[in-house]
């Protein structure tokens, strides 16, 4: 167990010097407060585009409380993705072209020690941006338009938190078996813009995605009712992470000699 600790702390130290720890949690917060923010202000934006003619009146619907928190999950679906993959793809394949996986390995360091250290900082750092990110769309959403219910909120984060440890797992998987770190960060959206295309041509028989966290917690918010597809779909996607990761921790296993 210290061992494991010991890489943990050592990884977060990492996070602190690049910055990680400062970046990641402001892009994905101003990735997340934009949605109410701009929603707020459509009209005057609208208006200040100009090319309308005089005397016109914007009239636009204004959006509940949930539907702008989903409209913000929507927004970290796509660009939020990405930037945890590019915040991730890196982990191992720097140590390894620099060398300092051949370091660590030559000491009393098992695989699964290795990679549950990475897998565990990183998703502290993740799902502390998310939260904090999201949090903060939350008290602007109640500031400016209306009151959602913490319930709504915490059994949606919750849900979305599902997919950014997708999102991670995935991504060190295939840092494991790439040592290019592009190729690590095109692999990884592919693979992730693949099943979130078969959630979308074949919606019946992909319930159980993680790919369908972002639907899931978006139609939480907006209903309240936690359906029996929802616990299919976390269900499998812990069983899912659980058979990534071992998969992660095999391919990892030829790197012990080092």
């Known amino acids: 167990m210290s061992v494991f600790l010991t890489l943990v702390q050592k990884e977060w130290v990492e996070a602190w010097r690049d910055k990680k720890w400062i970046w990641l949690p402001i892009v994905i917060s101003l990735l997340a407060i934009s949605q ?19 005397g016109t009146v914007i009239e636009i619907p204004v959006p509940s409380g949930g539907e702008i928190l989903a409209g913000t999950l929507g927004q970290l679906g796509i660009m939020g993705t990405a930037i945890f993959i590019l915040s991730v793809m890196g982990s191992i394949a720097h140590e390894r072209n620099s060398g300092a996986l051949s370091l660590v390995m030559a000491r009393p360091v098992q695989a699964l020690q290795y990679i549950a250290s990475k897998w565990v900082a990183h998703a502290i750092i993740l799902l502390f941006s998310f939260t904090l990110g999201y949090s903060l769309s939350y008290y602007y959403t109640n500031l ?14 919750v849900i979305y938190s599902v997919w950014v440890l997708f999102v991670l797992t995935v991504t060190l998987l295939v840092g494991v078996l790439l040592k290019n770190v592009g190729g690590i960060a095109g692999v990884s959206v592919i693979v992730l813009a693949i099943l979130s295309l078969g959630d979308s041509l074949f919606p019946k028989y992909m319930k159980w995605s993680p790919s369908n966290a972002q639907s899931k917690a978006s139609d939480y918010l ?8 929802l616990t299919l779909m ?25």
Do not use: H
């Open 144 to 157: 400016l338009f209306e009151q959602v219910e913490i319930k709504a909120f915490l059994g949606s984060l």
């Open 234 to 258: 976390i269900t499998s996607s812990l069983l899912i992470l659980v058979g990534l990761f071992i998969v992660t921790i095999l391919s990892f296993k030829r790197y012990e000699r080092y």
């Open 222 to 229: 907006l209903t309240g009712i936690w359906e029996d597809s």
């Open 36 to 54: 109410p923010i701009s929603q707020y202000y459509m009209p005057q934006i609208l208006d200040m585009a100009g090319n309308l003619p005089e």
